[in-house]
């Protein structure tokens, strides 16, 4: 069901990704060095303590903690009407003034979205539609779990005004929730940095 991807798409479209990358690209640093190898995502994402704000997403049925060296992360809150019924997401972001974003997507989708749809398609819909949004390029993928449940995580480069960005992300499928974590910055050794690996294993999603 082609429409049931397009929906999924939207959770990036909606929340504002694009309009991150250009607060990004307005910080004017840019960086020409090569993305660093994937091997620093694990194939299992386990909690880990860390000490920042902590989010806890009843709606989307999720906790995370964003990294205390970021400042207070703004939310954003959105019911979207497509033609499966109405999404509902927010996003969560905060962004250093060096030029490095981090942000949670959370959407909900009406039942229909899952029909006849097994879990990786619908997690490959949700990643292509991010990376569609902004033109990136994906440069790596792995397959995780987080809590059991299914997901993927990715790395990525994208250009916007002149400036090169940097983005790994993880996607969660528990439904009828979605979950997108993402690290975007200037500089590609930042997604592997230990705030960075911190936040990602920061994520707890509510057992069925």
């Known amino acids: 069901m082609r429409l049931a991807l397009c929906v999924l798409g939207l959770l990036s479209?909606?929340?504002?990704?694009?309009?991150v990358l250009q607060r990004l690209?307005?910080?004017?640093?840019?960086s020409s060095a090569e993305p660093p190898a994937f091997t620093t995502i694990p194939t299992a994402v386990t909690p880990t303590a860390m000490s920042g704000q902590l989010v806890r997403d009843v709606g989307h049925a999720y906790t995370i903690t964003f990294p205390s060296a970021f400042p207070v992360a703004t939310s954003e809150t959105m019911n979207i009407p497509t033609a499966i019924?109405?999404?509902?997401?927010?996003?969560?972001?905060?962004?250093?003034?060096?030029g490095t974003c981090v942000m949670v997507n959370g959407a909900t989708y009406p039942d229909v979205a899952f029909t006849g749809q097994d879990t990786q398609t619908m997690l490959n819909g949700a990643r292509d539609g991010?990376?569609?949004?902004?033109?990136?390029?994906?440069?790596?993928?792995?397959a995780v779990?987080?809590?059991?449940f299914p997901g993927l995580s990715f790395d990525a480069v994208a250009t916007m005004s002149g400036i090169t960005f940097y983005v790994r992300a993880l996607i969660v499928l528990r439904r009828p929730h979605l979950v997108m974590v993402q690290w975007l910055g200037t500089e590609p050794e930042s997604r592997a940095a230990v705030d960075a690996n911190a936040f990602f294993a920061s994520l707890l999603l509510d057992p069925t």
């Open 145 to 148: 779990t987080v809590g059991g």
């Open 25 to 30: 690209a307005e910080m004017d640093r840019k």
């Open 130 to 142: 991010a990376i569609a949004n902004v033109g990136a390029t994906k440069t790596s993928e792995a």
């Open 13 to 19: 479209l909606a929340c504002g990704i694009p309009d």
């Open 85 to 98: 019924g109405d999404v509902a997401t927010t996003l969560y972001t905060a962004c250093q003034e060096g």
